[in-house]
């Protein structure tokens, strides 16, 4: 069954693209780039022998996309970018820049196939959606609604 098209809405209406995603669990046999697992946790050690583990969310997926960045309704901060061994495209590190919240993103597009960027969250967003994203039915609508009759 083929997964439909799913749209993402940019700054403002202008901005809208499609995008043929294409959500699947990723493992270290479909991602040799140091691409992460679908829907994993991490443990995380605090530091000192005895010490709780904390457990970090951690999750990716692959879209089959003209650009890197794509609007999920968080703002994010870029923090760095580093080459990855055996690619030719760099890796981008991102944090959510709303106060407290400690998820991280990093996107990397596949040197396989050079339309799919792999994008990894790691961590809960502990707030809701920073900016409300238009559907694409929304601005459909609104297009309907200023058509000449």
Not at 39 to 54: C, L, P
Not at 62 to 83: E, P
Request: overall charge positive; hydrophobic content about 25%; glycine content about 8%.
């Amino acid at each position: 069954m083929e997964n439909p098209p799913t749209y993402f809405h940019g700054r403002n209406s202008a901005d809208t693209m499609k995008v043929e995603a294409e959500i699947q669990p990723l493992s270290a046999n479909n991602i040799s780039e140091g691409g992460g697992s679908s829907g994993s946790e991490r443990k995380v050690k605090t530091g000192q022998k005895g010490d709780k583990q904390i457990k970090k969310h951690r999750f990716a997926f692959q879209t089959r996309s003209q650009v890197d960045i794509l609007d999920d309704g968080y703002r994010w901060r870029k923090y760095g970018q580093k080459g990855v061994k055996n690619s030719k495209f760099p890796r981008s590190y991102y944090k959510c820049t709303f106060k407290g919240c400690n998820v991280k993103k990093q996107i990397q597009r596949l040197t396989k196939d050079e339309e799919i960027v792999v994008t990894t969250y790691e961590g809960m967003h502990t707030h809701p959606l920073q900016k409300t994203t238009e559907s694409f039915e929304e601005i459909f609508r609104q297009m309907q609604a200023y058509a000449p009759l």
